[in-house]
């Protein structure tokens, strides 16, 4: 893949003043009905709306004005990605850090245990996971270059795409690794990964150089142009992401758009993720942060849904359940589930200290029932990374409307791999009940017969089907 543009640097991309500016116009526009009505008449044709559109329903107070947001979101996911609700969990490989970040319990300065796992411990990891019915991973490390090096990465990686339990594979590894050079980045694409993440924490200059004491992701330029030099290697999704709490969170979610703008400007294609962590208390964090509460995160998902209609939206298992059954009908599509945040948690008796406390602690087969019961369809796919359909293909199939009809029969198959192979008695009931719903919602007769007969096949015992 290779690009004319050349990637500004960070702080041409993420300009304070325009971003000040924007949330200081918005304060004034949002208080006109007519302003919101327009910036919703515009969002409605689902083709996203500028930053200051967005701060202006950022700062909407009016009750119609804002349940008008709320709906509106709802209809952008609904129409764009269905029912569905892609599922994953993290692993998390090693906690040792050479960075010193006030929010986090791998700060250097903290002096608990530190371990990385063997090749035989992930391995067993990747077992406990594959046993739950997961299919895709997000792999979480700290930064050190011995003890989470690229050569460790990569060769961990291979571990995991080899590692088989019964029906059990894991087809996708995501990975969130701290920033580093275009060559490592290549390595990486080499290796197989699906997206590749990383948090901005904050893109507020003096919050995050305060919030970042030492090490390499104290440079703020270097670590907000990763996702430039990740997209030149050749690395096709990238998912970007801020730590909501951390600073003022209008702000943030402004940096969050002009950063995907600035992707799509130079690479053509923006963020394939955009992930909404809020800050969760971590052992020996010493933020002086003030975070956000529910009110405010849900207008932030929302209004991120309404500017990013095509992109999707990661909540992980910090946040409680009601807390994720309120943002799934506003924008959220991909959760994690069954989530262990330290270092071993998924087998090792003495596992480490998890790097944030985890408040959504229900097992896979509670959610994967509690998504059937709402009337989500929980989606283990990764057919488009294996077919291609990434960067800049999957988002041509996404604005043209085709994608769903591949992303539904995919999610309705792996659904139905995880009802025969892990779902208790319970879940298997309800879940085969929503199946049979939702083939009545695939538009095309020929989609809808293809989609039946491997489902048929699935039952009679034969795996990995995809579109």
């Not at 040792?96 to 090749?119: D, I, S």
């Not at 090490?215 to 998912?239: L, Q």
């Not at 998924?346 to 019961?373: G, H, K, N």
Request: with cysteine.
């Amino acid at each position: 893949m290779a690009y004319d543009v050349l990637s500004p640097h960070a702080g041409e991309f993420i300009d304070h003043d325009t971003i000040v500016s924007d949330l200081r116009a918005a304060e004034a526009a949002a208080q006109s009905g007519d302003v919101v009505r327009a910036i919703l008449t515009k969002a409605n044709m689902m083709q996203g709306i500028t930053p200051f559109e967005a701060a202006v329903l950022l700062k909407v107070s009016d009750d119609d004005d804002a349940q008008a947001i709320y709906a509106l979101a709802n209809r952008i996911k609904e129409t764009i990605y269905g029912r569905r609700v892609v599922v994953f969990a993290p692993l998390y490989l090693s906690d040792h850090c050479v960075n010193n970040c006030r929010y986090c319990g791998y700060k250097v300065t903290n002096k608990t245990p530190r371990r990385a796992l063997t090749q035989a411990e992930i391995a067993e990891e990747v077992k406990a996971l594959e046993a739950m019915g997961h299919k895709r991973l997000a792999l979480e490390v700290g930064e050190h270059p011995v003890h989470a090096s690229i050569d460790y990465m990569v060769e961990s990686i291979a571990t995991i795409y080899k590692t088989l339990s019964g029906n059990g594979a894991i087809r996708r590894v995501n990975v969130n690794v701290a920033a580093t050079t275009e060559q490592d980045y290549a390595r990486l694409k080499e290796a197989g990964i699906g997206t590749y993440i990383l948090f901005q924490e904050t893109y507020h200059r003096p919050t995050y150089e305060h919030s970042h004491i030492s090490g390499p992701k104290s440079n703020y330029d270097y670590h907000t142009e990763a996702m430039d030099r990740a997209m030149r290697a050749g690395i096709d999704d990238v998912g970007i992401g801020a730590l909501f709490g951390l600073y003022d969170a209008d702000y943030d979610a402004l940096g969050l758009l002009y950063h995907a703008l600035h992707l799509e400007a130079v690479f053509g294609v923006g963020p394939h993720t955009v992930s909404v962590p809020r800050i969760k208390p971590a052992e020996g964090a010493d933020n002086d942060c003030t975070g956000v509460d529910d009110d405010k995160f849900a207008r932030l998902v929302a209004v991120l849904r309404i500017a990013l209609p095509y992109t999707g939206l990661i909540l992980s298992t910090r946040e409680e359940a009601e807390v994720r059954r309120a943002l799934l009908h506003l924008g959220v599509s991909q959760i994690s589930a069954g989530s262990q945040t330290g270092v071993g948690g998924y087998t090792l008796p003495e596992a480490q200290a998890p790097q944030f406390e985890v408040s959504d602690t229900r097992s896979m087969d509670d959610i994967l029932r509690w998504l059937c019961e709402d009337g989500f369809v929980p989606s283990f796919c990764t057919a488009c990374y294996r077919e291609g359909r990434v960067g800049d293909r999957f988002m041509q199939l996404a604005k043209n409307g085709q994608i769903k009809n591949i992303c539904q029969p995919n999610a309705l198959i792996t659904l139905k791999e995880y009802l025969c192979d892990y779902a208790s008695d319970e879940t298997k009931a309800i879940g085969e009940q929503l199946i049979e719903q939702e083939l009545e919602r695939i538009g095309k007769d020929t989609v809808r017969d293809k989609t039946k007969d491997l489902l048929g096949r699935i039952a009679d015992g034969q795996r990995d089907f995809r579109f």
